[in-house]
Structures are given as C-alpha cells and as structure tokens.
Nanobody, 116 residues
Framework: QVQLVESGGGLVQAGESLRLSCAAS????????MGWYRQAPGKQRELVAV???????NYADSVKGRFTISRDNAKNTVYLEMNSLNAEDTAVYYC??????????WGQGTQVTVSS
C-alpha cells in the first residue's frame, strides 16, 4: 500500500519560515518525480515545486527564490523549505509522487496558514 504523509504545516507570521516533509512508503522514492502542490480556498490546486528522479527542480514563479524542494532518497522523504512566507502562501499543501499516469499518488495534505 502506497502512502505519502505530509507534515510540518502550521500557523506562522508573515516573513517566517516552515519546512514541510513528505514521507513515502510503499514506493521506491528515487524512481519518482516528486512535487508539492497547494490549494487555497476557492482556488484550483497549483504546482508549487517539482523535483525529478535526477534531482532537477522547477518552481512556480510565485515561490522562486523563497522555496526550495529537496529529496532524501535514503529516507524516502521529500522536503519543501519555505522562507519569507506571506499571506498568499496560505493553503493546503499536498505531496505528489508520479512515476507514470498509472503510478501517481497523493498525500492527504497539510495546512499552512500565514498571518499578516
């Protein structure tokens, strides 16, 4: 059974930092492209950052220079370091692991709330 479990969300003040973790089980994480997505109230889910199996990264323009995605294949875990948070970053953050269209998994999400 595949599980992606996010942690590290919470309530912070604008300008502060958070580090999200996504612990994977049931998959060999190093084979997967891993991504972080977020969904704010009343908005569609959007890509925040992605890291490929070869550790190439890509970021949404809104988070470039503030967020960093990384992976620790030995721990089967992906991270999202978020700095200089602002109110627009408030959302539920989801972890995604994708090997192919058939092997595409989501976590349950973790809430990030930034107060201004």
């Amino acid at each position: 059974q595949v599980q992606l479990v996010e942690s590290g969300g919470g309530l912070v003040q604008a300008g502060e930092s958070l580090r999200l973790s996504c612990a994977a089980s049931g998959i060999i994480l190093r084979r997967y492209t891993m991504g972080w997505y977020r969904q704010a109230p009343g908005k569609q889910r959007e890509l925040v950052a992605v890291i490929t199996s070869s550790s190439s990264t890509n970021y949404a323009d809104s988070v470039k220079g503030r967020f960093t995605i990384s992976r620790d294949n030995a721990k089967n875990t992906v991270y999202l370091e978020m700095n200089s948070l602002n109110a627009e970053d408030t959302a539920v953050y989801y972890c995604n692991g994708r090997l192919s269209q058939m092997y595409d998994y989501w976590g349950q999400g973790t809430q990030v709330t930034v107060s201004s």
